[in-house]
């Protein structure tokens, strides 16, 4: 007979037995180039103010504000254009009072200005008197006969981008704990950041045994099966922010398997096997590794387990049902493994059930379920599939787990339960 514990024991036990993942080692990546979708470690501060000069928001002409200040509808303001400034490398000449600039956005904004008019608001008037209304024409009009009128005056700083206005040198840019979207990236590209620090992602050995088992480019013979929880479970690894460091499949054969193990425990900071742990005749797990403990846990699907140290290094076993083997994973490792590579854990959702449903007492069930309407919390939920652990096209229908605490015999159409995304 083996040790019997509940699910809260089982996770409390996997957490402890992983505390060691918490602690992660970090890594630099290049800004452009394999950042994406990773963790970062620790926040980024801006090593200059952003943007990093005075600027022009508009295309148009810089002045003083005090020399339009009287400008209105029907009342222009004419100045002297004496320069032209674009987005482009070089510092501009200080701004002779009573003159203006035509500046384009971004460039910077010249010494003795202090405001932009928007090229709209302008009628900008040739040497030769002819009117050139476009903004984005290239004739350049430097000396005393180009002339800007303008038809609105604008106040001190209008249209000027101040340095640290974006932000401030210092101030975090980005927050540990970012998983970097483009976002992200362009914050820091932008602050002239070419690395970040990132979390190096725990490592997984994924193995699968039994002697049935082929890839999914094999063709089967008799009695033989698709491997679906190696792919499964590598995805599943991947998605809660780890990374697969192995993969293999094994026969049922213990000293195969051990040898197989012993493999992974050295090169991954986590193993987890599939297969092999129940109570039949070929249980290679169980059978390849007597120092760690194999019990069962009060749930279905999922209720044989093994947790223990192999070799030095941590080992799970889940069970080889391929349902079986998803429902562990994410009811005993997807949080463990996303806080340790710096994510939040996955957020439960209240749902209310669309149908009653019964459940055999003394075990926790996790049903798979898919939201009726809307996947909203308070939604209603319905169950997809059947109770069997070898359900793995129903489950593929499915949105959630329906989590039916242990002690319910049954529960009514309309009964709250607690579902854990998929
Ligand atoms: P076991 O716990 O090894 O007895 O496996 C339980 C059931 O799950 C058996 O029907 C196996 O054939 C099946 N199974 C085990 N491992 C896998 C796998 N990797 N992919 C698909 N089915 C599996
Ligand atoms: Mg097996």
Same mark, same amino acid.
């Given at each position: 007979?083996?040790?019997?514990?509940?699910?809260?024991?089982?996770?409390?036990?996997?957490?402890?037995?992983?505390?060691?993942?918490?602690?992660?080692?970090?890594?630099?990546?290049?800004?452009?180039?394999?950042?994406?979708?990773?963790?970062?470690?620790?926040?980024?501060?801006?090593?200059?103010?952003?943007?990093?000069?005075?600027?022009?928001?508009?295309?148009?002409?810089?002045?003083?504000?005090?020399?339009?200040?009287?400008?209105?509808?029907?009342?222009?303001?004419?100045?002297?254009?004496?320069?032209?400034?674009?987005?482009?490398?070089?510092?501009?000449?200080?701004?002779?009072?009573?003159?203006?600039?035509?500046?384009?956005?971004?460039?910077?904004?010249?010494?003795?200005?202090?405001?932009?008019?928007?090229?709209?608001?302008?009628?900008?008037?040739?040497?030769?008197?002819?009117?050139?209304?476009?903004?984005?024409?290239?004739?350049?009009?430097?000396?005393?006969?180009?002339?800007?009128?303008?038809?609105?005056?604008?106040?001190?700083?209008?249209?000027?981008?101040?340095?640290?206005?974006?932000?401030?040198?210092?101030?975090?840019?980005?927050?540990?704990?970012?998983?970097?979207?483009?976002?992200?990236?362009?914050?820091?590209?932008?602050?002239?950041?070419?690395?970040?620090?990132?979390?190096?992602?725990?490592?997984?050995?994924?193995?699968?045994?039994?002697?049935?088992? %082929? &890839?999914?480019?094999?063709?089967?013979?008799? !009695?033989?099966?698709?491997? +679906?929880? *190696? #792919?499964? @479970? =590598?995805?599943?690894?991947?998605?809660?922010?780890?990374?697969?460091?192995?993969?293999?499949?094994?026969?049922?054969?213990?000293?195969?398997?051990?040898?197989?193990?012993?493999?992974?425990?050295?090169?991954?900071?986590?193993?987890?096997?599939?297969?092999?742990?129940?109570?039949?005749?070929?249980?290679?797990?169980?059978?390849?590794?007597?120092?760690?403990?194999?019990?069962? %846990? &009060?749930?279905?699907?999922?209720?044989?387990? !093994?947790?223990?140290?192999? +070799?030095? *290094? #941590?080992? @799970? =076993?889940?069970?080889?049902?391929?349902?079986?083997?998803?429902?562990?994973?994410?009811?005993?490792?997807?949080?463990?493994?996303?806080?340790?590579?710096?994510?939040?854990?996955?957020?439960?959702?209240?749902?209310?059930?669309?149908?009653?449903?019964?459940?055999?007492?003394?075990?926790?069930?996790?049903?798979?379920?898919?939201?009726?309407?809307?996947?909203?919390?308070?939604?209603?939920?319905?169950?997809?599939?059947?109770?069997?652990?070898?359900?793995?096209?129903?489950?593929?229908?499915?949105?959630?787990?329906?989590?039916?605490?242990?002690?319910?015999?049954?529960?009514?159409?309309?009964?709250?339960?607690?579902?854990?995304?998929?």
């Amino acid at each position: 007979m083996s040790e019997r514990v509940d699910v809260e024991q089982h996770r409390a036990d996997v957490a402890e037995l992983l505390a060691e993942l918490a602690d992660r080692p970090t890594e630099e990546v290049p800004v452009d180039q394999g950042a994406l979708g990773r963790v970062l470690a620790s926040d980024v501060v801006a090593p200059g103010p952003l943007p990093r000069f005075r600027n022009s928001q508009m295309d148009g002409f810089a002045v003083r504000a005090a020399d339009v200040a009287s400008a209105g509808p029907g009342a222009p303001v004419t100045l002297p254009v004496v320069g032209d400034v674009a987005a482009a490398p070089g510092e501009p000449a200080p701004l002779t009072p009573g003159t203006a600039v035509r500046i384009m956005t971004g460039a910077p904004v010249p010494d003795g200005a202090d405001a932009v008019v928007p090229v709209e608001d302008t009628d900008h008037v040739t040497f030769n008197g002819v009117r050139d209304d476009s903004a984005h024409h290239d004739g350049v009009h430097h000396g005393s006969a180009a002339k800007v009128e303008i038809g609105r005056g604008r106040e001190a700083g209008q249209f000027v981008r101040e340095p640290g206005s974006d932000v401030a040198e210092g101030a975090v840019v980005l927050r540990a704990g970012t998983v970097l979207a483009p976002h992200h990236v362009a914050a820091a590209a932008a602050c002239g950041i070419a690395r970040l620090t990132v979390s190096v992602p725990v490592s997984v050995a994924v193995v699968s045994t039994g002697s049935e088992l %082929v &890839a999914p480019d094999d063709e089967p013979g008799p !009695g033989q099966i698709w491997d +679906a929880n *190696g #792919p499964a @479970l =590598a995805a599943a690894v991947v998605a809660a922010g780890g990374r697969v460091g192995l993969r293999l499949t094994l026969p049922d054969d213990p000293e195969v398997v051990r040898t197989g193990l012993e493999r992974a425990v050295a090169l991954c900071d986590l193993v987890l096997t599939t297969g092999g742990v129940s109570q039949g005749a070929y249980e290679v797990v169980k059978d390849a590794l007597p120092e760690v403990t194999f019990r069962s %846990v &009060a749930m279905q699907p999922g209720g044989p387990q !093994g947790l223990g140290r192999f +070799a030095g *290094g #941590p080992v @799970l =076993a889940f069970p080889g049902n391929p349902v079986s083997a998803q429902v562990s994973f994410v009811v005993f490792l997807r949080d463990l493994l996303r806080q340790a590579g710096g994510l939040p854990p996955v957020r439960q959702v209240p749902a209310v059930l669309d149908a009653a449903v019964v459940s055999p007492a003394g075990k926790r069930q996790l049903l798979r379920g898919r939201w009726v309407d809307d996947a909203a919390a308070g939604a209603r939920v319905a169950v997809v599939g059947g109770p069997g652990s070898h359900l793995v096209a129903s489950m593929a229908a499915a949105d959630v787990l329906i989590d039916v605490p242990a002690a319910a015999t049954r529960l009514d159409e309309g009964a709250e339960v607690t579902t854990w995304p998929l």
